[in-house]
T-cell receptor, first 113, second 116 residues
Framework: KAGVTQTPRYLIKTRGQQVTLSCSPI?????VSWYQQTPGQGLQFLFE???????NKGNFPGRFSGRQFSNSRSEMNVSTLELGDSALYLC????????????FGSGTRLTVV | AQKVTQAQTEISVVEKEDVTLDCVYE???????LFWYKQPPSGELVFLIR??????QNEISGRYSWNFQKSTSSFNFTITASQVVDSAVYFC?????????????FGQGTRLTINP
């Protein structure tokens, strides 16, 4: 079966712009989580959605937002980009939650210049 | 608060050597899950193992083995007879079993290089 698909794979944006990243989970998975990976801070939890509802949110500013659609596909949006937002953004899906075992996508590498 | 520490930032060994990756965690929760993930150069995190805090039995899967010791809050990972394909960044992670806590707390990762 198809894995978790993240698009685009690479992205370059200018400071102050906004960006939308997309994640298509494994078919049947209802939970989608987002993580930010940077060399300095490592892997940090952004938020988790289940059946179109945000269940958990990490400690990120309000510029980071997300949503989940009825087909479980998820998007995350970052507004007013800052240089520090440059990172690998990873999406993970699971049937019902993290204890079921995440399957991660290959990520979107965002570079803010 | 929860914290995972992987003190070894980088490890480099020659192929066929055994190597152990250390993981120490902190949590006030009495029940939790521990995980190991592998991140190859392609970027995705690959699930290796999940361990429930109730189950301290060690596990072996082929060349991989895990040693969970609740008394020392450690969950170490050993690769026996390492191979070049094992080269990757390895992450240890913790998830407290609290209703609604649908997130993983990751360690900083250990970059493992296996040289031929």
């Amino acid at each position: 079966k198809a894995g978790v698909t993240q698009t685009p794979r690479y992205l370059i944006k200018t400071r102050g712009q906004q960006v939308t990243l997309s994640c298509s989970p494994i078919s049947g998975h209802r939970s989608v989580s987002w993580y930010q990976q940077t060399p300095g801070q490592g892997l940090q939890f952004l938020f988790e959605y289940f059946s179109e509802t945000q269940r958990n949110k990490g400690n990120f500013p309000g510029r980071f937002s997300g949503r989940q659609f009825s087909n479980s596909r998820s998007e995350m949006n970052v507004s007013t980009l800052e240089l520090g937002d440059s990172a690998l953004y990873l999406c993970a899906s699971s049937l019902f939650g993290v204890e079921d075992g995440y399957t991660f996508g290959s990520g979107t590498r965002l570079t803010v210049v | 608060a929860q914290k995972v520490t992987q003190a070894q930032t980088e490890i480099s060994v020659v192929e066929k050597e055994d190597v152990t990756l250390d993981c120490v965690y902190e949590t006030r929760d009495t029940t939790y899950y521990l995980f190991w993930y592998k991140q190859p150069p392609s970027g995705e995190l690959v699930f290796l193992i999940r361990r429930n805090s109730f189950d301290e039995q060690n596990e072996i899967s082929g060349r991989y083995s895990w040693n969970f010791q609740k008394s020392t809050s450690s969950f170490n990972f050993t690769i026996t007879a390492s191979q070049v394909v094992d080269s990757a960044v390895y992450f240890c992670a913790l998830r407290p079993i609290i209703q609604g806590a649908q997130k993983l707390v990751f360690g900083q990762g250990t970059r493992l290089t296996i040289n031929p």
